[in-house]
């Protein structure tokens, strides 16, 4: 495991900018115990900041609000990756998107590689749109338009 940087390396920006598969930790609002979701709307403005949007129901924003202390977990060049840093709400709803969203954006404190020692990830888990693939498109497009403008 190398020490931790402070920005995500270019490398692992492509990984984050469409329809990624992000593990997101918050802490609980009520009880502070760690709470993991799966998200994929994900974009990576820059090394420093990245930007996710959920339901704007979501325990995740409560969480956000109350700690907003985060971690952000993915997969790409073959290992796995923990992003630490400070989430907050940039927009609330998220504007021209059909769905009530909100947008987090986390500054980016600390990036480490996560896999355990001598190992490397050979095959990345893929996850499939289980609802009709050209409405999953268009939403996808409207949700992303949205956050890069937030």
Known sequence: MADPVNALPESLLPKLRHNAF?????????????????????????????????DRRSRIV????????????????????????????????????????????????????AMFYGSRVSVEPEYEKTYDQRAADKLDGQVFDAMTKA
């Open 22 to 54: 992000v593990f997101l930790t918050t802490l609980d609002a009520d009880t502070g115990a760690p709470q993991m979701n799966a998200v994929s709307w994900v974009h990576a403005v820059s090394p420093e900041r990245i930007r996710i949007a959920v």
């Open 62 to 113: 409560a969480n956000v609000q109350s700690r907003p202390d985060v971690a952000a977990s993915f997969f790409g060049d073959n290992s796995f990756h923990t992003v630490n840093g400070t989430a907050r709400i940039i927009a609330d709803p998220l504007e021209d998107v059909p769905l009530k969203l909100a947008c987090l954006e986390i500054e980016v404190a600390a990036v480490r590689d």
